[in-house]
């Protein structure tokens, strides 16, 4: 007789098992308890980790900002030493130019109007013309003028001169004639 072969057992599928220590049944909560405080522990490290990073995060933002506030600064530092004489320049230009627009020249009224533009467009703002008492920090008293009244004494009769602000900066106070 001849004997077949043996036929090929279906394997039995892997389980993992635990290793027990030599002579001790295995505790199923033991195992799992041990697993939760595994995870406690990850978690942990996890959230130290994150703290870590925030703070950091945190530093290198404060870090950012404060360059950022050096540069602005430094940016208005070159513009107070560079576009602001320039400014100053076409001001001069500016009252030029309105002296002679006062004769109805239309074309210098033109070249006024964009030259006014063009000193806005770079912070450079005319010093509104205000009737009122006279204020020195915006204003500068370069005449007189007879007061019709008492009440009017210390009060701004004409503007001679426009004043311009650049930012909160006065860069040339507005001349004017005060009532006395």
Do not use: C, W
């Not at 072969?5 to 389980?15: I, W």
């Not at 993992?16 to 595994?38: C, I, K, M, N, W």
């Not at 030029?96 to 074309?107: F, H, I, K, T």
């Not at 920090?137 to 004043?163: K, N």
Request: aromatic residues 4%; hydrophobic residues 40%; without cysteine.
């Amino acid at each position: 007789m001849t004997t077949s072969p043996p036929l090929p057992q279906p394997e039995e599928p892997a389980v993992p098992r635990l290793t027990e220590p030599a002579g001790q049944p295995s505790d199923p909560f033991a195992v799992v308890a041990d697993a939760v405080d595994g995870m406690r522990h990850e978690l942990a490290a996890l959230g130290d980790q994150f703290r870590r990073r925030l703070l950091n995060d945190r530093e290198v933002r404060r870090s950012v900002d404060g360059l950022l506030t050096e540069l602005d600064h430094a940016r208005r530092a070159a513009e107070g030493r560079i576009v602001q004489p320039l400014l100053y320049d076409v001001v001069l230009i500016v009252d030029r130019l309105e002296r002679q627009a006062a004769q109805d020249d239309a074309l210098t009224g033109s070249v006024v109007t964009e030259l006014s533009a063009l000193l806005e467009k770079y912070g450079m703002r005319r010093i509104p013309v205000t009737r009122g008492p006279f204020n020195p920090e915006a204003q500068e008293a370069v005449g007189a003028a007879t007061a019709l009244s008492p009440d009017q004494s210390g009060e701004v009769a004409e503007v001679v001169r426009h004043g311009y602000r650049m930012d909160e900066r006065i860069v040339r106070p507005q001349q004017v004639r005060v009532y006395t």
